[in-house]
């Protein structure tokens, strides 16, 4: 059977956990050449690349902090000479601090505009010589619904995902004429470490409101990303594709 990806390339940053480590295996069993990023969990990631693999293609597992703006002009140099070629940049990394907006002090705004929205334009900036060359690529973008219809104590965390929808469509329609794609994928609520600590009350109470009833799967937004990498949606750029059950009808 042909594989979806066969014949590309990804760089996902966030790759060690979550919903970015299930589309490294994705990636990699669809036959993609993988580079993915991690903060600080080097044994997770090396458990990752050894999985990914198995699938018969090159894995790279790299520390970099995707806020850091020389690290990811570094980080971007490491893969093009690794893998040769760029053709789907995925900025998965991403994280909460949340409280309501009375308890929210400047470090739990400025850690989570830089590690969820800075890191976007850090990633493509560098990215974008690469693929201009290349005259294709295709740029997926990790938000979430709560940057569509808010969230009462994720003002910040809100406002980064929001942003990632304004950034994208620009993005979109600066370079589609150069055959580069720019696209959001909006999960909902995806069983991870970062909903775990959401305690059991509230996952109950999520659940309840989701019109198909259950917390989605990594492997569920992993699905939409590879359509998003691959060339079945060559024809699609500057949307917003929402994986959330129903949530953000
Ligand atoms: P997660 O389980 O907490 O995993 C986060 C990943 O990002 C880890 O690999 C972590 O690396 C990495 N990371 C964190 N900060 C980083 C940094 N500064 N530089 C590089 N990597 C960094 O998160 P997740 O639930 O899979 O979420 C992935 C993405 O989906 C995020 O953008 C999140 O906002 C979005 N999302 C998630 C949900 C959900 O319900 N889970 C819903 C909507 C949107 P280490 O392991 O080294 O820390």
């Known amino acids: 059977m042909t594989k979806l990806l066969q014949e590309k390339t990804a760089l996902i940053t966030g790759g060690s956990r979550g919903i970015g480590r299930d589309m490294v295996l994705s990636f990699a069993k669809q036959g993609a050449d993988v580079a993915f990023t991690y903060r600080s969990n080097a044994e997770m990631a090396g458990a990752v690349a050894k999985e990914a693999e198995q699938y018969g293609v090159k894995v790279m597992a790299i520390q970099s902090d995707a806020s850091d703006y020389t690290a990811a002009e570094e980080l971007i140099k490491e893969v093009v ?68 219809f808010g969230n009462a104590g994720q003002a910040n965390y ?10 994208s469509k620009s993005i979109a329609k600066e370079v589609g004429s150069r055959g580069i794609r720019c696209n959001v994928l909006a999960p909902g609520f995806i069983a991870t470490d970062m909903t775990e600590e959401l305690g059991e009350d509230t996952i109950k109470a999520y659940e ?38 129903g949530m953000s009808m």
């Open 81 to 148: 000479e690794g893998l040769g070629r760029i053709d789907i940049l995925v900025n998965n990394a991403g994280i909460t601090k949340d409280n309501l907006m009375l308890r929210m002090n400047e470090e739990m705004w400025d850690a989570v505009i830089n590690v969820n929205l800075k890191s976007v334009f850090n990633l493509t900036k560098h990215a974008m010589r690469t693929m201009l060359k290349q005259r294709s690529g295709s740029i997926i973008n990790v938000g979430s619904v709560v940057g569509i």
């Open 158 to 167: 809100a406002a980064s995902k929001a942003g990632i929808i304004g950034f």
């Open 208 to 245: 309840a409101s989701i019109p198909l009833k259950t917390l989605g799967k990594p492997q569920q937004v992993s699905d939409a990303a590879v359509f998003l990498g691959s060339d079945m949606s060559t024809y699609v750029t500057g949307q917003v594709l929402s994986v959330c059950g």
